[in-house]
């Protein structure tokens, strides 16, 4: 089951994906990582489903990655007495602390946090932003806004504030229990929902002490504003399209995304490309011409995954939407553009050993033209220095840890395989060349080039490389 494409396929499941039989099928099509949505799961949902992907995994004898997404603070406005209200641009419109039903001159804003965070001239938005306000002056308990944006506002409709930092915590009491019945389950993965600066992402660490790794969702303005912070951080980005796109301007996203992308690449993070990637596809069994452009885009780029949602997880035709991110994916890395263009966004290298040993693992075998990059290694750094640098040459990942197999299942490029050790050079460079000559890596008289640490077993201690070749003895079953 190697995928033939280097950049990884995360699918979200849901309802029209959540039997084992359409998991295989979604698995078989490309998916490389799983994403369980906790804004619509319960906890025995979850684990019946990381069960079933657990179960493929032993049949089909290759690591799959379990992402977990944490839902946030969901802010919402409360109920109206009539259900909703028509508001008329320019009209005055009350935020407050009262929770009576409101009517068309106020609304319960049931986050005392919010109201006192709020500020002149800051813009409330409602239902995705069909509805603008902006706020003109504020109370210890209310605010009072002006319409910008008319619109029907309804009972319970989302809150964005694209202008407001809000002094709370990311994780809410039900991200808490979300969280811990996840680390209990052994996910690899947990993202976490409308970070605004990295403290959020420190407190979510410190209750997984590397239990799972952490991937920071860039939805927020106030995300932008420390990027480069949260993504120190962070063990992985996301680039979430759908809520950032609420937030702010539509036309800088893209801007964004790029700038997002590269800055993961410079810091060695993988970054994950998210949201209405092939939206039409959750009702029609082909895509647009500009959704698959927009893959291809994200593909180009180097980004190290792409995502999809409501298309995997509640559409018509998941499979056939996994099939055909893959088959665009796979077209993009066979074009003459895709690798020059990958080269020319390679980040200016850290002065460490392991940096060092990455960039020259890159030239040599591009030089000699080696059929794999084998990086040994025990918690995946040594495979992530190797991913970040964009070798054209394949990357195989050997382990001893099962963990660091489904985490690099994220990865660029990066085929994890799960094996015991290395004893001594002799034993790396020797069951080097039999698994690459067992999964097709390389055939007799090729070569390979291997990456490790010594002494063996030493996380972070990457400072070594050897040239090896297949030979007879290497023809193993």
Known sequence: MRRLRR?????????ASETRPVLAKLFEAGADVFRINMSHAS???MRERIRMIRSLEAQYNR?????????GPKLRVGTFAQGGVDLVKGAEFWLDSNPEPGDIHRVFLPHPEILRALRPDHFVLID????????????PERSMAR???????????????PDTEIPTSAMTPKDRSDLDAALNEGVDWVAVSFVQRPEDVAEVKKIARGRALILSKIEKPQAIARLEEIVEISDAIMVARGDLGVEMPLQQVPGLQKRIVRLARKLGKPVVVATQMLESMINSPVPTRAEVSD???????????IMLSAESAAGQYPVEAISTMDSIAREVESD?????????LRAVPEPTGADAIAVAARDVAETLDVK??????ASGSTALRIARERPRTQILALTPNIETARRLALVWGTHAVITQDARDVADMSDRACQICFRDDFAKESERILIVAGVPFGTPGATNMMRISYIGPENDVP
């Open 128 to 139: 995705d932003g069909k509805v603008k306000l902006q706020i003109v002056s504020c109370e």
């Open 63 to 71: 690591s799959i990655g379990i992402l977990v997404d944490l839902q």
């Open 336 to 344: 003459s553009n895709y690798l020059p263009l990958i080269a020319s």
């Open 372 to 377: 794999a990059i084998v990086g040994w290694t």
């Open 147 to 161: 319409v910008v944006v008319a619109g029907r506002i309804s009972n319970r409709k989302g809150v964005s504030l």
């Open 7 to 15: 950049v990884k396929i995360l699918a979200t499941l849901g309802p």
């Open 295 to 305: 893959v291809a885009n994200a593909v180009f780029e180097g980004a190290d995954a």
């Open 43 to 45: 906890h025995d949902a």
